[in-house]
């Protein structure tokens, strides 16, 4: 019965939350496996639950029942049953055994005690951080000589030094600014570094067009202007980069503003074209699979976020995305200029279930970054990048104004300017 | 755009947009100074040789004259001779040598002191944001150029805000470069004992000779 009821609720709600969130797989349908497999099929290739049209027409003897029952009683109940499935054989064993040989039968039994322990023992045990301490010790030895393994890095050096770089076992960064601020760039930017670097890149585009997008990509990788090469101005060199870049065999997959999608999808989506690095341009875009006709925005987004940071400690692929800020910081002064926390349009749940938020906003050619939220790094840092929009060009700009005052990067900056002390005597 | 600081700046551009044109451009903007003496100018010394030097050396070195939080008191009983424009000059060089890694902060205000008062006579009756933030900059800014301290003659009101913010100034070490006609015992009359006492006791003082040169 209880199969029949989950099978029932995945179809009525359209969400795999329930099998997702509990590790359900056919093992626990020994009545309806074969519906179960083609739910799942389904989801996986489409990345949604069938409607109950399709289900009833693959298989029209099924009966579709209303569920009021609770999850978790659903998910208790098919759990027992599961663990009675896989022991009634064992004990059906022992039994045979018994009429022939007790000792034989006590020695089955002994042999059987560990699966049937971890058959009902709790479905994630616990990890004493004592025991595996000597893990953490040999990781940290990894990192130490080569942390090219954990981290992927942003594509902005400064940034690296704070954080290391895209956390590689599980990471979602969220890029956090007011509208028309540079959100995009930034995230883009950094996908293009990983891409150069060798990394698969994947980027799910809903706000432009993919010839806009790939211009975006031109400007911030070959530096053409974006206006003229939008345009169709003059851009010199364009037709040489794009003979040269379309040679390399690296790809860079977006996918188009067209596709709706959702959590799995994006998972899929990662698993299909073994990205190593997925960026997503609006995270507010994504449908949440696990919605039910009463959760309000706030909650979907809060769903999203778990789930897309579900995926990337599974996959290990860091996912970064942006997020709008609501208006509550526009009070003109420059201390309130960085969108904080509690800015975070529609969810709080976003920054709740992400592990690096960075804040930032856009001001005379400026794009003023800080690290609102990390896990394991210094927070409330700001950094600035003179940006040059139409070339794509971010270049680091120094603070003389800090206690590690970086002379010699302030003196670069100088030189690069022939900038010299006036000597003039002319008063 | 033609650059309005190429005059000052020597890499040749493409297009006169950088970094150093926009740190500069932000701090000449944040700075209050009028738009029309962002220009960099060339006076006459004439008898006031010595002085001009002096200020040349100031000048040459002001990041240190600056951070050490000297106070400087300009003054003439002549008009047009260069006071205003020399108290400029040495902003403007100051802005010179911070602007790399500046991080486009306000680091320096220009008030000329009447319309300072007359701003905060209105800004009683009136709302004025940018005001406001001058007037918050007072405090933190590195340096304040108090221009025409002493021109008008100033209401108890006017006289204990304006003691209030260079007294602050003062006691936080922080730069301040006054001009005016008056020496230390008309300063006094016009300007009040207390005031006076920190312009004329707490700055280097350089008094110029030279007559009106406005127009020349």
């Known amino acids: 019965m209880v199969e029949v009821q989950i099978l029932s609720k995945i179809l009525q709600t359209k969400s795999m939350s329930i099998i997702i969130d509990n590790e359900l797989n056919e093992d626990y349908f020994n009545s309806y496996k074969e519906q179960f497999d083609f739910i799942q099929n389904h989801f996986r290739n489409y990345g949604t639950v069938p409607d109950k049209e399709t289900f009833l027409y693959e298989f029209p003897e099924f009966e579709i029942i209303d569920v009021e029952e609770s999850n978790q009683f659903m998910v208790d109940t098919i759990r027992e049953e599961y663990v009675y499935s896989k022991t009634v054989p064992i004990i059906n064993n022992v039994a045979d055994k018994m009429k022939k040989n007790s000792y034989d039968a006590v020695k089955y039994l002994q042999g059987q005690i560990e699966y049937l322990s971890e058959l009902v023992s709790s479905k994630n045990p616990p990890l004493d951080l004592i025991k595996t301490a000597q893990s953490r010790l040999e990781k940290w030895e990894e990192k130490k000589e080569d942390s090219s393994h954990f981290y992927i890095p942003t594509g902005f050096q400064e940034l690296d030094e704070l954080l290391g770089g895209w956390d590689r076992e599980g990471e979602l960064a969220v890029i956090l600014m007011r509208t028309s601020q540079g959100k995009s760039w930034l995230l883009q930017n950094s996908l293009i570094h990983a891409w150069k670097i060798g990394k698969r890149v994947g980027m799910y585009e809903p706000e432009m067009s993919s010839i806009k997008t790939g211009y975006r990509f031109d400007t911030l990788y070959g530096h053409f202007s974006n206006s003229a090469i939008n345009k169709g101005e003059d851009a010199p060199g364009y037709e040489s980069y794009i003979d040269e870049l379309k040679n390399k065999d690296n790809p860079f997959y977006l996918i188009p503003s067209t596709e709706h999608l959702d959590v799995p999808g994006i998972k899929k989506f990662i698993q299909d074209n073994k990205i190593e690095i997925m960026g997503i341009d609006g995270i507010s875009y994504l449908s949440d699979y696990r919605a039910s006709r009463y959760d309000s925005l706030s909650t979907s987004l809060t769903h999203i976020a778990e789930d897309l940071m579900a995926i990337s400690i599974e996959l290990k692929v860091p996912i970064l995305t942006v997020v709008q800020s609501n208006r509550?910081?526009?009070?003109?002064?420059v201390a309130n200029k960085f969108p904080d926390l509690f800015n975070v349009r529609d969810s709080d749940g976003i920054s709740y279930n992400s592990t690096l938020v960075i804040s930032g906003y856009h001001e005379n050619n400026t794009m003023h970054l800080k690290i609102t939220k990390s896990r394991g790094s210094e927070d409330n840092k700001?950094?600035?990048?003179?940006?040059?929009?139409?070339?794509?060009?971010?270049?680091?700009?120094?603070?003389?104004?800090?206690?590690?005052?970086?002379?010699?990067?302030?003196e670069d900056v100088r030189r690069e300017y022939e900038d010299e002390e006036d000597t003039s005597d002319v008063f | 755009m033609e650059c309005w600081y190429k005059n000052t700046c020597k890499k040749v551009h493409d297009g006169c947009r950088c970094l150093r044109y926009d740190e500069m451009l932000s701090l000449f903007q944040q700075s209050n100074i009028p738009e029309g003496k962002w220009?960099?100018?060339?006076?006459?010394?004439?008898?006031?040789?010595?002085?001009?030097?002096?200020?040349?050396?100031?000048?040459?070195?002001?990041?240190?004259?600056?951070?050490?939080?000297?106070?400087?008191?300009?003054?003439?009983?002549?008009?047009?001779?260069?006071?205003?424009s020399w108290a400029i000059k040495l902003m403007q060089a100051y802005f010179n040598q911070i602007w790399a890694g500046n991080r486009f902060c306000r680091r320096g205000v220009f008030f000329s002191v009447p319309e300072f008062i007359d701003r905060e006579h209105i800004r009683m009756s009136r709302d004025d944001d940018d005001f406001d933030e001058l007037r918050d900059a007072i405090i933190t800014c590195d340096l304040v150029i108090w221009d025409d301290i002493s021109s008008i003659k100033m209401t108890d009101y006017s006289h204990s805000l304006l003691l209030n913010f260079i007294d602050t100034r003062f006691v936080n070490k922080?730069?301040?470069?006054?001009?005016?006609?008056?020496?230390?015992?008309?300063?006094?009359?016009?300007?009040?004992?207390?005031?006076?006492?920190?312009i004329w006791n707490g700055s280097e003082l350089i008094q110029l000779n030279g007559p009106d040169r406005r127009g020349q």
């Open chain 2, 39 to 84: 220009n960099k100018i060339e006076l006459i010394a004439g008898e006031d040789h010595n002085q001009f030097v002096r200020l040349a050396e100031i000048k040459k070195d002001i990041k240190s004259y600056v951070q050490q939080g000297n106070n400087l008191y300009l003054y003439s009983n002549n008009f047009g001779n260069g006071k205003t």
């Open chain 1, 328 to 333: 509550g910081d526009e009070r003109g002064r």
């Open chain 1, 382 to 410: 700001t950094i600035v990048y003179y940006w040059n929009i139409d070339k794509g060009e971010f270049r680091y700009v120094p603070d003389n104004q800090s206690d590690e005052e970086d002379e010699n990067t302030i």
């Open chain 2, 174 to 198: 922080k730069c301040n470069i006054f001009t005016g006609n008056l020496d230390g015992e008309l300063l006094g009359k016009y300007a009040g004992g207390r005031l006076a006492s920190r």
